[in-house]
């Protein structure tokens, strides 16, 4: 019954989804007030038949309704009751349906909020009511989960053991915040283009701010999430692998970081007004392709449910249609808008124009390493694979430039700024970073001038945003978020280049009562007991960390074998101190109980995550302030204050 | 507007040396570090030299899988009309099965052997890499269902 009650329900939506398109559309024009009305309320209508739908699906996957296909084949009834749930989005039709709910979620907000008035919220909805129309169809017709099974099997297949995790559970959630998050800029942005007023053409940068600040805080902690479960999980100690699924989340994050860059330039003074329209339609665009990247089964990872050519060709079309309509709107009304204001060589628009530039090259850069091997595969079947080293050579540096660059804009003022006066109050970031690095190459071993000099970096971040924080001290909240976010880089680079430079690293075998040593550890093997977990079994090691002779920590990762699916796991222990990892994976089964065994000794690494956190936290800094302040003109931030008393 | 064209001007010339700076880069880049994939029956006919990276993929022969002293492992990987032996000193991944596919980066010795430094994992029990499928219908062992 729930089935078709879901199955009816997407189809008023689909239904819900045309009229909002249509009606918002015609509400462009002033007087067409009730198509405005009517476009409001169908937001508000998909939002429920959509979370109806996605109500009825995961009722399925918790009564665990084999009858639906969709659970069948994806749940089981010894799944815990969390992953019962996180099933609904474990799988390809489940995960569109989540991508709707959180695009119909968009909609009502943008129809709630009626930012950037009547007007442009209106033409924001219809195409918005496009996209989810075009979604909608894409799951009616090619991934409907409310199929039916007949006879209904006695048990389910299961989930992937491999998704079968906490921090996995909340992955696809935040990474569709955040990639759908860029429809809400994406639809602000056309909305612009098609009301066509150059009045419009600042205000919807400032309408679609929030947005942009809530899908780039949930990319970010998407990616991260991501991250921090391909550390634990696949047992390889690593955390950023370059592999397509994960390029194609980063992508959308470097191009939405240079849009609230650069539509902060628009807002404040109009500059970088068609570039910012550009990045917006970008943005969005990206996580398209990421999504079809992802879903078509093109590259071979745990994201590839099921490989089924329809389903890449409609997304393959629903993209062309999206990306191309708005360029080709982009196209048209672009070169009526005028001109943004003039600013001087040295100013914080300078900065900002530099932040996209290496923003937009970085995104090139992780765009052609990921597409490359497919089109050639796709021409003439040549199967190359891009690694980690051609990032290093093309990502990193262009990435560290923009580190270097970072601090500056701050301290610039809007439209002309003081490069010395910037230069000379930075003065005690460049000694935090003097100290940082030499602090890295007198005291830790083994001695890196990468280290150091990424170190000096990351003190240059940091410094130059705790001056920042006090240069605003008594300003509102908001005023300290690009600092934090800075300050997160800051972090998070730290992490990155403890983890990559002073990584130490144990493979051996060992046999109980042995003991082995990785970096400063010393950890005794008592052997390996087999567990019974509710939908596994598993080879429990037992491993106790030596302090001198006396044990002071029990570490016990596992080899998991998943009953439904025979499929093997292993499941890392991890001790952290805060500061250093201790990384155990359990390995292969040798004769005489002994076993291999993988260690790391990470220093740092938790700094990666935290880094991120504190990137996201500055977001929401910036949000809150945002929405306090529902008529920003009200009080002008420090930057304007410094530009009026020019 | 004279000043204003001019500073136009500068503007898109500035944009297009950056853009081929980038492009160079990711040019030099993609040329540096990319690599192929290669099967079995591509490594007997000479297709790959000693010491150039490469991704080896094909089944991992059954009873081919010896383990060392250490954390050496030492399997055979074959498509069925050629078979490439392969060291690897590392800990195999979970899912790692004699007769399942597999893929390995790592270079040829000058001794004819397969010196891994990563083997991949696959993620799922039914599921079969791409190209390790590609190389076993080229070889003409692959069997539709046969999973």
Same mark, same amino acid.
């Given at each position: ?314 997304? *393959?079309? +629903?993209? &062309?249609? =999206?990306?191309?309509?708005? /360029? %080709?709107?982009?196209?048209? $009304?672009?070169?009526?808008?005028? #001109? ?89 970031? *460049?000694? +935090?970073? &003097?100290? =940082?690095?030499?602090?890295? /190459? %007198?005291?830790?071993?083994? $001695?890196?001038?990468?280290?150091? #000099? ?193 | ?147």
């Amino acid at each position: 019954m729930t089935g078709e009650l879901g199955q009816l329900a997407l189809c008023f939506a689909l239904a819900l989804s045309l009229v909002m398109s249509v009606a918002g559309l015609f509400g462009i024009k002033e007087d067409r007030v009730a198509a405005r009305g009517v476009a409001v309320s169908s937001a508000f209508g998909l939002f429920v038949f959509v979370a109806l739908a996605f109500g009825a699906l995961t009722y399925g996957f918790i009564v665990s309704d084999f009858s639906i296909l969709d659970v069948a084949s994806n749940s089981n009834t010894l799944k815990p009751l969390v992953y019962k749930i996180s099933g609904v989005w474990g799988n390809h039709e489940g995960s569109m349906l989540l991508w709707v709910l959180v695009l119909s979620i968009y909609a009502a907000l943008v129809a709630g909020l009626q930012r950037g008035g009547a007007r442009l919220t209106s033409a924001a909805l219809g195409v918005q009511g496009l996209l989810a129309a075009a979604f909608l169809l894409f799951i009616l017709f090619t991934s409907n989960p409310f199929l039916r099974l007949d006879p209904a099997p006695f048990e389910g297949a299961g989930l992937n053991p491999l998704l079968q995790d906490p921090g996995l559970a909340m992955h696809p959630p935040m990474l569709y915040a955040g990639y759908v998050g860029l429809s809400a800029s994406f639809s602000y942005a056309a909305a612009a283009l098609l009301v066509g007023e150059p009045a419009q053409t600042n205000a919807w940068a400032r309408a679609a701010r929030p947005f942009m600040l809530v899908a780039w805080m949930a990319l970010t902690c998407g990616i991260a999430l991501g991250s921090w479960w391909a550390y634990y999980v696949l047992g390889w100690g690593g955390f950023w692998g370059w592999d397509p699924v994960e390029n194609a989340s980063l992508m959308p994050w470097l191009v939405a970081t240079a849009l609230l860059h650069s539509a902060l330039a628009t807002e404040k003074s109009g500059a970088f007004r068609t570039w910012s329209l550009l990045l917006a339609i970008a943005g969005f665009s990206l996580s398209l392709i990421g999504t079809f990247l992802v879903r078509s089964g093109l590259t071979s990872s745990v994201h590839a449910f099921a490989s089924d050519p329809t389903r890449g060709f409609f997304i *393959l079309v +629903l993209i &062309a249609l =999206a990306i191309g309509g708005a /360029l %080709a709107l982009f196209a048209w $009304r672009a070169p009526t808008l005028q #001109g943004g204001t003039a600013f001087q060589p040295v100013s914080r628009e300078t900065t900002l124009l530099l932040n996209n530039v290496f923003l937009v090259a970085a995104c090139a850069c992780v765009f052609v390493g990921t597409l490359y091997p497919m089109v050639l595969d796709a021409t003439n079947g040549t199967k190359i694979s891009v690694g980690p080293p051609y990032y290093m050579l093309t990502f990193a540096p262009i990435f560290f430039a923009l580190l270097l660059l970072v601090p500056f804009g701050p301290q610039l003022n809007w439209r002309r700024g003081d490069l010395k006066a910037a230069w000379q109050s930075l003065y005690p970031a *460049l000694g +935090l970073a &003097a100290i =940082a690095a030499v602090v890295v /190459l %007198a005291v830790v071993t083994p $001695r890196s001038l990468a280290g150091a #000099g990424a170190f000096a970096v990351a003190g240059w971040l940091i410094g130059a945003s705790i001056l920042d924080i006090r240069k605003r001290r008594g300003a509102r909240a908001s005023a300290f978020a690009a600092a934090l976010a800075h300050a997160g880089l800051g972090i998070t680079l730290m992490g990155v280049t403890g983890t990559t430079v002073w990584r130490s690293e144990a493979l051996t075998v060992v046999a109980p009562g042995q003991t082995m040593t990785v970096g400063p550890y010393t950890l005794r093997f008592d052997g390996v007991t087999r567990v019974k977990g509710p939908n596994y079994i598993a080879d429990r090691g037992r491993f106790v960390i030596m302090d001198g002779g006396k044990a002071t920590t029990v570490m016990q990762p596992e080899h998991r074998l998943y009953l439904a699916q025979g499929q093997d796991i292993t499941d890392t222990a991890i001790h952290t101190t805060g500061f250093r990892d201790l990384y155990l994976a359990l390995g292969d089964d040798r004769d005489g109980g002994r076993f291999a065994v993988r260690a790391y000794v990470s220093p740092l690494a938790p700094l990666i995550w935290l880094g991120a956190l504190v990137m996201a936290l500055g977001g929401a800094l910036s949000l809150w302030g945002r929405l306090r302040l529902s008529e920003p003109e009200t009080k002008p931030a420090t930057p304007a204050v410094a530009l009026a008393a020019e | 507007m004279n000043a204003r064209k001019q500073r136009r001007l500068a503007f898109a010339a500035a944009l297009v040396a950056v853009g081929a700076i980038v492009a160079g880069v990711i040019i030099y880049g993609l040329g540096e570090n990319t690599m192929y994939f290669r099967s079995p029956t591509d490594v007997a006919g000479n297709m790959v030299h000693p010491g150039v990276a490469f991704r080896l993929g094909g089944l991992v022969e059954k009873g081919s899988l010896h383990h060392g002293e250490g954390a050496e492992v030492r399997f055979r990987v074959t498509d069925g009309r050629s078979t490439v032996p392969a060291d690897f000193n590392g800990v195999l991944p979970a899912l790692f099965r004699e007769g399942q596919g597999v893929i390995a980066t790592g270079s040829m010795n000058g001794s004819g052997t397969f010196v891994a430094t990563e083997v991949l994992a696959k993620h799922d029990e039914k599921y079969m890499p791409p190209e390790v499928v590609q190389a076993l219908k080229k070889s003409g062992r692959w069997q539709e269902g046969s999973q």
